[in-house]
C-alpha cells in the first residue's frame, strides 16, 4: 500500500463500486466513497457494495464537492469529449 492514505474518494463510472470497496477495504483510515453511474443497476449494487454515495447520472451529474483522488477506469474509451471529463475530475480534486 502507498504512504497516501485519502479520506474521501470519487469514481466516475463506477459500476457495481468494486475500486471504491476495494479502497475502503484497503486503506488505513476511513474512506468517505462517491460513486457516478449511468446505470440504475449498477448504482444500486454499488450502494449494496457499501459505497456511500452513489450517483445515477453522466457526465452532466458530478458532485458539487471535492475528493482527496478522483478517477475513472475504462470509461473515458466511451465518451466523445474527454476534455471536460478530465478537467471536471482535476476540478473536484483537492490539491496538495
Given at each position: ?8 474518494a ?56 471535492k ?19 478530465v ?6 480534486t483537492?490539491k496538495?
Amino acid at each position: 500500500m502507498l504512504g497516501f492514505n485519502p479520506s474521501s474518494a470519487f469514481e466516475f463510472g463506477c459500476g457495481s463500486g468494486k475500486n471504491l470497496k476495494l479502497l475502503k477495504d484497503k486503506s488505513k483510515i476511513e474512506v468517505d466513497t462517491c460513486g457516478l453511474d449511468i446505470s440504475v443497476i449498477n448504482v444500486f449494487q454499488a450502494h449494496c457494495n457499501g459505497v456511500d454515495s452513489v450517483i445515477r447520472g453522466d457526465e452532466r451529474h458530478f458532485p458539487l464537492r471535492k475528493f482527496d483522488v478522483s478517477f475513472t477506469c475504462s470509461v473515458l474509451d466511451h465518451i466523445e469529449d474527454i476534455t471536460n471529463i478530465v478537467g471536471n475530475l482535476q476540478e473536484m480534486t483537492n490539491k496538495a
